[in-house]
């Protein structure tokens, strides 16, 4: 495996898939496996900035995690499921890209050759 993308469609809070995609992402960087996070649905909320989730929820945030695959690995955010949460991109944490469904489209093909998809 050459490289990894990983999915992740469900909030970051009441799951542990925004977390656990967030982590398999730094564990496959930190082994020098090129790997970006893909997130699409309500998984769009792990990128909004300024989570204060320790303090309301008593829960570690997210937030801190995103910025741990950055420069190296690349946070996608879908841009149709941002909209239809009713945010943009000042909403959104400095790491995150915004891709459009053709930009979507495009990454999945380039990344078509030894890769895997993990939709956590």
Known sequence: M???T???????????DAFSGLYVCIACLNKHVDSDVLL????VYAAL????SENR????????????????????????SLRERGFDE??????????????L???????SHNIAFLRI
């Open 49 to 52: 900035e300024g989570q204060d």
């Open 90 to 103: 000042e909403d959104l944490v400095e790491a995150a890209e915004i891709i459009t469904d053709k930009e």
């Open 6 to 16: 990983i999915i992740i469609d469900r909030a970051p809070y009441g799951y542990e």
């Open 40 to 43: 699409l649905g309500d998984g």
């Open 105 to 111: 489209q495009e990454i999945i093909i380039s990344k």
């Open 57 to 80: 929820i008593k829960f570690p945030s997210v937030e801190e995690l995103t910025y741990l695959i950055f420069p190296e690995g690349s946070l996608f955010v879908h841009e149709k």
């Open 2 to 4: 050459e490289s990894a």
